[in-house]
């Protein structure tokens, strides 16, 4: 039976223990405890044609009982991106191997068997949806012996088939390190970009991620793949708020960069609930501005920062500044990402 995340030892992160004697309850206290969100945490609500597209796409998404990580990870930008008909789909069921203390996916060591109807399942959706830059992101698969790169070759194999217009974009696990895995994985793979996140700085790797998974093991995944298919953007995220540095994230930045990692971002990491890692800061958005400078600096070719960003924020878009059309965020000032490029009107795709 599936479970929710295992917990971090909360006598370590500083709040006290739960006795008998407690005039309020574990939970209750944990609640109180949490960080207010700062007054910059705001999202907008689609309206007019937007409205009508995330409608369209909710609906999708529940009539073909597809499992999306909009949903499972609690993505503030659900609306945003919902309402320009996009979603980013989470394959191989919704439990997850893996027990990271960040994550609001439920974990069981042997999760429910693969489904062999969703990789036509999945085609059939986002044909229907009519979206022209989907998302496949995965679920840890440890108890498979391939770390489940199989199933996902499948499901892509099969979205192509159906919707050969449509890019995809692989947000994959880490396969548990199994390179012999990633390299079956990628071979002739249609895909536009292969992303996979590296989460944390270094130092936070056991505080915040499974035991299985490690920042070194992420790199060698990005830099084995890029070697694999140079021909594909590679791409990973950075979550802050965990307990880092600014500085330990500038370094972070320079490791990722140096496997070759064309596109990165960054966001806020928001506790999904009272059971998960609390949140240790909340950096400005002028810090975030900061952060976006220096990624473009060390040669990024796209970059997100911002404090609502997650790892598949605006994809297509951000594919598109990879190729080098306009930066993600100069092109709509309502955006989550911030930056101190200064947003422009473009004409033929060109600033004016």
């Given at each position: 039976?599936?479970?929710?995340?295992?917990?971090?030892d909360?006598?370590?992160?500083?709040?006290?223990?739960?006795?008998g004697?407690d005039?309020?309850?574990?939970?209750?206290?944990?609640e109180?405890?949490?960080?207010?969100?700062?007054n910059?945490?705001?999202?907008?609500?689609?309206?007019?044609?937007?409205?009508?597209r995330?409608?369209s796409?909710?609906?999708s998404?529940?009539?073909?009982?597809l499992?999306?990580?909009?949903?499972?990870?609690?993505?503030p930008?659900i609306?945003?991106?919902?309402?320009r008909?996009?979603?980013?789909?989470?394959?191989?069921?919704?439990?997850?191997?893996?027990g990271?203390?960040?994550c609001?996916?439920?974990?069981?060591?042997?999760?429910p068997p693969l489904?062999?109807?969703?990789?036509?399942?999945?085609?059939?959706?986002?044909?229907?949806?009519?979206?022209?830059?989907?998302?496949?992101t995965?679920?840890n698969?440890d108890?498979?012996p391939d770390?489940?790169?199989?199933?996902y070759?499948?499901?892509?194999?099969a979205v192509?088939q159906?919707?050969?217009?449509?890019?995809?974009?692989?947000?994959?696990?880490?396969?548990?390190?199994?390179?012999?895995?990633?390299?079956?994985?990628?071979?002739?793979?249609p895909i536009?970009?292969f992303a996979?996140?590296?989460?944390?700085?270094p130092?936070?790797?056991?505080?915040?991620r499974?035991?299985?998974?490690?920042?070194?093991?992420?790199?060698e995944?990005l830099?084995?793949?890029?070697s694999?298919?140079p021909d594909?953007?590679?791409?990973?995220?950075?979550?802050?708020?965990l307990?880092?540095?600014?500085?330990e994230?500038?370094e972070?930045?320079?490791?990722?960069?140096?496997?070759?990692?064309?596109?990165?971002?960054?966001?806020?990491y928001?506790?999904?609930?009272?059971?998960?890692?609390?949140v240790?800061?909340?950096?400005e958005?002028?810090?975030?501005?900061?952060?976006?400078?220096e990624?473009?600096?060390?040669?990024?070719s796209?970059?997100?920062s911002?404090?609502?960003?997650?790892?598949?924020?605006r994809?297509?878009l951000?594919w598109?500044e990879?190729?080098?059309?306009e930066?993600?965020?100069?092109r709509?000032?309502?955006?989550?990402?911030?930056s101190?490029?200064?947003?422009?009107?473009?004409?033929?795709?060109?600033?004016?």
């Amino acid at each position: 039976m599936a479970t929710r995340l295992p917990t971090v030892d909360t006598s370590k992160i500083g709040i006290d223990s739960c006795s008998g004697s407690d005039t309020e309850s574990h939970k209750s206290r944990v609640e109180r405890e949490r960080k207010r969100l700062p007054n910059w945490f705001r999202t907008s609500l689609p309206v007019g044609k937007s409205q009508s597209r995330y409608n369209s796409t909710m609906s999708s998404v529940k009539e073909n009982g597809l499992n999306t990580v909009c949903v499972e990870a609690r993505c503030p930008n659900i609306h945003d991106c919902w309402g320009r008909g996009t979603a980013t789909f989470m394959i191989a069921g919704d439990v997850c191997t893996r027990g990271c203390r960040f994550c609001a996916v439920d974990t069981a060591k042997f999760p429910p068997p693969l489904n062999p109807d969703e990789p036509e399942d999945l085609a059939l959706a986002i044909d229907s949806m009519g979206i022209n830059h989907a998302v496949i992101t995965v679920v840890n698969r440890d108890d498979l012996p391939d770390g489940g790169a199989a199933h996902y070759r499948k499901c892509i194999m099969a979205v192509h088939q159906r919707c050969p217009d449509v890019g995809i974009e692989l947000l994959c696990s880490d396969l548990d390190g199994n390179l012999d895995s990633l390299k079956i994985l990628l071979e002739d793979l249609p895909i536009r970009v292969f992303a996979h996140n590296v989460e944390c700085v270094p130092r936070l790797d056991k505080v915040v991620r499974d035991r299985r998974a490690s920042f070194a093991q992420s790199l060698e995944i990005l830099a084995v793949a890029k070697s694999l298919r140079p021909d594909l953007k590679t791409k990973t995220s950075i979550m802050v708020g965990l307990g880092e540095t600014d500085s330990e994230v500038i370094e972070a930045m320079k490791m990722v960069r140096s496997s070759e990692v064309d596109m990165i971002t960054l966001g806020q990491y928001l506790q999904p609930g009272g059971r998960h890692l609390p949140v240790d800061r909340f950096p400005e958005p002028s810090q975030f501005a900061d952060w976006d400078r220096e990624a473009r600096e060390m040669g990024f070719s796209a970059v997100a920062s911002g404090p609502l960003v997650r790892s598949s924020y605006r994809a297509g878009l951000l594919w598109e500044e990879a190729m080098g059309l306009e930066p993600v965020v100069t092109r709509e000032s309502t955006g989550s990402a911030v930056s101190h490029l200064t947003f422009s009107p473009v004409k033929g795709g060109q600033k004016i």
